[in-house]
Structures are given as structure tokens and as C-alpha cells.
């Protein structure tokens, strides 16, 4: 059973940082594709980044240069991870992480965990 757990969400200030995890229950060899996506009140969920199995990264351009994507292998388990600098009120939303799982090509979310940037 695939499983993603986010960690990391919270509350900041305009111009602040976060860093979000995802705990997944299968090694980098096990997942395709993994990244981020966001989803704030009333809007569609959307891509923040993503990064293949190959290591390329990708990000919408409301997040380029602010956030970056990584992740480790850390006791043969992948981690996913989403620094994000320079936070705005706009970047307010639920963040999930998304990932593909190489052995029955399904997509899998975590839970989502919630980001407010606020003054």
C-alpha cells in the first residue's frame, strides 16, 4: 500500500519560509514522477513543482525562484521535499504531494497540509 504523509504547513508572514516533507512508504526506485501541488479556496488544484525519477525539476512560474523541490533516500525510504522562500498571501493554500508509482502506474496524494501566509 502507497502512502504519502505531508509534514511541514503552517502559518507565516509575508516574505517568510516553509519547508513541507513528504514521508512516502517506497524507495526512489519505486516512483516515477513526484512533485507538488496546491489548492486554495474556490481554485482548482494546481502544479508547484515537480521532479523525475531522473532528477529534472520543474516549476510553475508563480514559484520559480522562490521554491525549491529535492528529495532524499534517507533508510531506503523517499522523502520529498518543497523549501519555499519569499512567501506572499497568494501562496496560501493546501499543499499535496503527488506521486506515480512505477510498479501500477497509478498517481497517489498525501493528505494535503495547509500553508497561510498572513500578516
Known amino acids: 500500500q502507497v502512502q504519502l504523509v505531508e509534514s511541514g504547513g503552517g502559518l507565516v508572514q509575508p516574505g517568510g519560509s516553509l519547508r513541507l516533507s513528504c514521508a512516502t512508504s517506497?524507495?526512489?526506485?519505486?516512483?516515477?514522477?513526484m512533485g507538488w501541488y496546491r489548492q486554495a479556496p474556490g481554485k482548482q488544484r494546481e502544479l508547484v513543482a515537480t521532479i523525475t525519477s531522473g532528477g529534472i525539476r520543474n516549476y510553475a512560474d508563480s514559484v520559480k525562484g522562490r521554491f525549491t523541490i529535492s528529495r532524499d533516500n534517507a533508510k531506503n525510504t523517499v522523502s520529498l521535499h518543497l523549501q519555499m522562500n519569499s512567501l506572499q498571501p497568494e501562496d496560501t493554500a493546501v499543499y499535496y504531494c503527488n506521486a506515480n508509482y512505477r510498479w501500477n502506474s497509478r498517481s497517489y496524494w498525501g493528505q494535503g497540509t495547509q500553508v497561510t501566509v498572513s500578516s
Open positions: 517506497g524507495t526512489i526506485f519505486d516512483f516515477n514522477n
